[in-house]
């Protein structure tokens, strides 16, 4: 018995050296996932703050959540200097400060060596405005094909896919269901929530209350990323058209006091505000509101290039 003791205790230990892993820790944990927020901004141009974008990285794996201006420079900015693959990209609605990074995302990570389809997933609309992207860049296109550059057509394609609430993508541990929003008169907007083989994020999307479905959808999920303005500021604008602005912002957006009310509902362990409609208030205003909401737990105000 006692030469059977020595000969475990050898064999365990000659195991060790190989790099063997212990019974207890054969089971190999998951990939830790990191939401990069590569834009955060208005349809005001801030150079600081550059259009909706936000990317989630689970290990060599990349998913993108809508394309605001300059995302592939925001992808450099973010530690990916020459992206040209991306495993799906979402998009939550066609609004141009959403999707104005479309035709880049499109071309440039073809140029910088795409060779398989990009992956895209819209509202309805969503082929329409592919296929108009495309077209309008032809005699680019004809000109990299048969020029000194010899890219090939085959490799600029998009496989853009129009979706209904539901999941939307199922592959390799990862899942995303979409589910619709309410904002202005959009007939088609959505969130999206992830599930990770990590954790849960929930990304709102624009989209004003009452917000039922999205309330379903995220309730508990990890991380709820939602857009906001300060509701003490939202007056009328001297502008034309700016006395219409008070009801607009009603349709389209979330206050801060209602997404306090609404993250207490759903209790995400951490709420990061994103796209967020300042009005001049300040963070001390963003977040009374959202406690005035009733949400206790963990809130922070994203910047871009924030990781989380």
């Not at 329409?128 to 296109?141: F, G, K, Q, S």
């Amino acid at each position: 018995m006692i030469a059977g003791r020595i000969l475990r205790v050898v064999a365990a230990v000659v195991l060790a050296a190989c790099g063997a892993p212990a019974a207890e820790s054969q089971t190999a944990r998951p990939e830790t996932s990191r939401i990069i927020m590569l834009g955060t901004g208005m349809p005001v141009p801030d150079a600081n703050a550059w259009g909706p974008a936000t990317a989630i990285a689970m290990g060599d794996r990349l998913f993108l959540i809508d394309a605001g201006a300059g995302v592939t420079r925001r992808f450099a900015a973010a530690g990916y200097p020459r992206i040209s693959k991306i495993d799906a990209t979402f998009i939550t609605h066609l609004h141009s400060d959403h999707t104005l990074g479309y035709p880049d995302l499109i071309f440039t990570t073809w140029i910088m060596g795409r060779r398989d389809p990009l992956m895209v997933f819209g509202p309805p609309g969503l082929r329409r405005m592919t296929d108009r992207i495309l077209d309008a860049w032809r005699e680019d296109v004809e000109v990299r094909v048969h020029g000194l550059e010899h890219e090939t057509r085959a490799s600029l394609a998009v496989n853009a896919r129009e979706v209904r609430p539901g999941v939307v993508y199922s592959r390799d541990g990862v899942r995303v269901t979409a589910f619709k929003v309410r904002h202005t008169a959009w007939k088609n907007a959505f969130g999206y929530r992830f599930d990770l083989p990590d954790r849960s994020i929930t990304i709102s999307g624009d989209t004003a209350p009452p917000s039922d479905d999205l309330i379903a959808a995220a309730k508990g999920t990890d991380v709820l990323i939602h857009g906001v303005y300060i509701e003490s500021r939202l007056t009328p604008e001297k502008r034309p058209g700016g006395e219409d602005w008070p009801a607009y912002m009603h349709a389209a957006h979330t206050s801060n006091v209602e997404l306090g009310r609404l993250a207490a509902r759903v209790q995400p362990k951490l709420l990061i505000l994103n796209h967020v409609i300042r009005m001049g208030g300040t963070d001390d205003e963003l977040i009374e509101g959202i406690r005035a909401g009733g949400y206790t737990g963990r809130v922070v105000i994203a910047r871009d290039l924030d990781v989380f």
